[in-house]
């Protein structure tokens, strides 16, 4: 890990309530480069256009966790645009 970098536990959650999934992920990390990983265990929502809030936040895919206030324990909810 580089210097500043910390490992933070987040879960993802489907507003459909089909599921949750947890995923270790760097501070640093953004949605867009964690995205290809989740949607590998969640194909089905790769096909949609999808929005992701962590408390009530609309997250910016290309900022960086720590920069989103994405802190460890959070959850991050993933909502179908279609």
Sequence with gaps: MEENEKLISVIFAFTDQKSRYSLV??????????????????????ETDNIFLCNGILISKFTSFESNHIKNGDTIVLNRKN
């Design 25 to 46: 992920c760097k501070n640093t990390d953004t949605i867009h480069k964690i995205e290809e990983e989740l949607y590998k265990e969640y194909p089905e929502y790769s």
